[in-house]
């Protein structure tokens, strides 16, 4: 069964990174255009950011300047990279393959001032 598998999440305070991981399980999958999300509570789930199977990469607005979505196709495994994080940025964090509409878990990200 093919499943996607974030890691990364953890609590840091303001002004602070992480780097979200998104790992395919599944022998034959390959992860294609994928992206992040997150949905804090009591709010919808909203993109954060999506790369193309060739490494075009959109950001939200709130995000652009502090946060980076890359790829490694040899480890399938897509990557976020949080910096100068805000305590807006405290949520649940999705990631998703476009073709298949595969959703890992969620990791939790939290953001202390």
């Known amino acids: 069964q093919v499943q996607l598998v974030e890691s990364g999440g953890g609590l840091v305070q303001a002004g602070g990174s992480l780097t979200l991981s998104c790992a395919a399980s599944g022998s034959t999958f390959r992860i294609g255009s994928a992206g992040w999300y997150r949905q804090a509570p009591g709010k919808q789930r909203e993109l954060v950011a999506r790369i193309s199977s060739i490494g075009i990469t959109n950001y939200a607005d709130s995000v652009k300047g502090r946060f980076a979505i890359s790829r490694d196709n040899a480890k399938n495994t897509v990557y976020l990279k949080m910096n100068s994080l805000k305590p807006e940025d405290t949520a649940v964090y999705y990631c998703?393959?476009?073709?298949?509409?595969?959703w890992g878990q969620g990791t939790q990200v939290s953001v202390s001032s």
């Open positions: 998703t393959d476009y073709r298949t509409n595969y």
